[in-house]
Nanobody, 123 residues
């Protein structure tokens, strides 16, 4: 059983940057593919991106390419989401998720997820 705890959310202005963290425990972190999701009120959950177990491969949804970067530190059992040039439409509850198998771009096969951290972007 993997436990995931996100942190780093907050209120920022459009154009600002924010880094989210997700600390994992209870499993062998370096074997898990990690993903970041977001969900805004009234909207569908969206897979923001994912990273392979050793951090070699990443995937990003089109709307965040060039602005967001996912990285991980397997020595700290932590995955990060660096968000730059934030826009009001990026505001959402962001949460991380973990899975052992499957494509990074697939969003329906994650086994574990955290509670999330709120990101608010003012215009």
């Amino acid at each position: 059983q993997v436990q995931l705890v996100e942190s780093g959310g907050g209120l920022v202005q459009a154009g600002d940057s924010l880094r989210l963290s997700c600390a994992a425990s209870g499993g062998t972190f370096s074997t898990y593919k990690m993903g970041w999701f977001r969900q805004a009120p009234g909207k569908e959950r969206e897979l923001v991106g994912g990273i392979s177990p050793l951090g070699i491969s990443t995937y990003y949804t089109d709307s965040v390419k060039g602005r967001f970067t996912i990285s991980r530190d397997n020595t700290k059992n932590t995955v990060y989401l660096q968000m730059n040039s934030l826009k009001p439409e990026d505001a959402a509850l962001y949460y991380c998720a973990a899975k052992l198998f499957g494509s990074l771009s697939r969003d329906d096969d994650y086994n574990y997820r955290g509670q999330g951290t709120q990101v608010t972007v003012s215009s």
